[in-house]
């Protein structure tokens, strides 16, 4: 139960987060106040006179860390070119996957949890010191008229960096300012959404104005492509967080050590992320996507078949369906910023992280549901995530081709591709069909 309120749906932590920044109006600030929530909040958790405190307690802590993980996810692709924004987009979850696996380590060594509880929230008081350490939003500063201060942070990060600012850039943003008058707070998600988008972008343009959508989920349901396209999205990315979080949750029924068997079920994360970022661009998203999804779906369902006697069949099994997971959660990610045209993505993405949240919010219902059957529920994963796997196949490949900027071009966007094209499929292809003209 408090797995499922910790992790109820993103929507309510993020409508909680966005108004608090809109009443805080700073990234800065937020980060604190998150980090706050956080530590406090844990603290209440860990003291709490009765189940019901207890519940509340853990629902904000949730708010709180969804704060903190979505400001830094922003501020730290928004400091990073163009160039590497998809790698740090990815590898950004490395350190998140080490924080679960020292979560498993204060366990072995903390049995009292309330003392877990204190030991693994606390901590986030440290982060209040971001305020005088972490430079502000420059996107932000931008959208809010403060030009000269997002001026001054950015000739720090020219300083630090040995390079050079032309008055012609500075200019640039200052002309910027004045075309483009301020949009107030824009969406934390639209911001990452818009962050992680691989479109080609002038590459002069220092800063870039926040944009809020107008668009609702209607319109992704309007054309037939696009209605297919965003249907197929918003499963997968229920499915794919129903896998992750449930697999996480039941490392403890797969075998061997209790904590040891969690340890590794986080660390396989890691290995997912580098692999992820590898062979984004050279299996394309389709393909890698795809893989992924099926790599995991028929490790799970194996693990769950095999006798009891094969523990460590099964614990290699279960380690390899939890590594297909969250490489696709980290693919789902980009591919969606990029399958949705620009006008939608903000909204697209936004309904996807809805549906991945109902999925990550029965995933503990399962695990708990089938305790006393621990084969049931990797077998409902490894069927699911299959499923996920095929159905892939019907989206279109985005790597190396022009990605949409409107619903007109994204029900065209794909129709020159085959079912089962990927990255290089649609390049060899090409190849040889420019050497044919």
């Known amino acids: ?29 937020a980060l604190a106040v998150s980090s706050v929530i956080l530590g406090v909040c ?24 969804v704060g903190m993980f979505q400001i830094t996810f922003v501020l730290a692709v928004e400091f990073i070119g163009a160039k590497y924004r998809t790698f740090v ?42 305020i005088w350490v972490m430079p502000e939003s420059i996107r932000w500063l931008v959208s809010q008229n403060r030009t000269e201060e997002a001026i001054a942070t950015l000739r720090k990060v020219a300083k630090t960096n040995g390079k ?30 818009d962050l ?27 054309t037939p492509n696009m209605r297919k396209r965003s249907l197929n999205m918003f499963f997968c990315w229920a499915v794919v967080t129903f896998m992750y979080y449930g697999l996480s949750l039941n ?30 661009d050279r299996m394309g ?38 590594f297909g997971a969250a490489a696709a959660f980290a693919i789902v990610y980009v591919y969606a910023s990029e399958i949705f045209p620009t006008d939608l993505r903000g909204v697209g993405v936004g309904c996807c992280s809805m549906f991945a949240r ?21 077998v409902v994963f490894g069927v699911m995530s299959c499923l996920c796997g095929l159905l892939v196949t019907l989206l279109p490949e985005t790597v190396g081709t022009r990605l949409p900027q409107t619903i007109a071009e994204s029900e065209e966007f794909g129709s020159d591709q085959r079912t089962l094209d990927c990255c290089y499929c649609l390049s060899e292809r090409r190849k040889r069909q420019s050497s044919d003209t």
Request: proline share 4%; aromatic share 12%.
């Open 164 to 193: 050079e600012l032309t008055e012609e850039s500075l200019d640039f943003i200052r002309d910027r300012t004045r075309v483009a008058p301020s949009a107030g707070y824009g969406s934390i998600k639209d911001s990452r959404v």
């Open 89 to 130: 987009g990815i590898m950004i979850e490395v350190p998140f996957a080490l924080g679960e696996a020292m979560t498993g380590v204060l366990a072995y060594f903390i049995r009292d949890w309330r003392y877990l509880q204190l030991a693994v929230t606390v901590p986030a008081f440290v982060l209040v010191s971001y």
């Open 251 to 280: 490392s403890s029924n797969i075998g061997g050590d209790l904590f040891l068997s969690f340890i590794l079920t986080m660390l396989i994360e890691i290995p997912s992320y580098f692999f992820s970022w590898y062979a984004l």
């Open 1 to 29: 139960m408090q797995c499922t309120i910790f992790r109820t749906p993103l929507q309510y932590h993020l409508r909680f987060f966005e108004h608090l920044c809109s009443v805080i109006y700073d990234f800065q600030n």
């Open 358 to 378: 109902v999925g990550g919010t029965l995933a503990p219902l399962i695990v708990t549901v089938f305790k006393d059957q621990p084969a049931v529920a990797p």
């Open 196 to 222: 992680m988008a691989n479109e080609t972008k002038d590459q002069n343009a220092a800063v870039v104005e926040i944009k809020v959508s107008k668009k609702t989920v209607i319109d992704l349901l309007r």
């Open 285 to 322: 998203r389709k393909g890698t996507l795809m893989f992924t999804f099926l790599l995991g779906g028929t490790s799970c369902i194996v693990a769950g078949v095999l006798p009891k006697d094969y523990s460590t069949v099964i614990i290699v099994m279960s380690l390899l369906g939890k």
């Open 42 to 65: 844990g603290i209440v958790s860990a003291t709490a006179p009765n189940y019901i405190v207890f519940l509340v307690g853990r629902f904000f802590t949730g708010s709180g860390a």
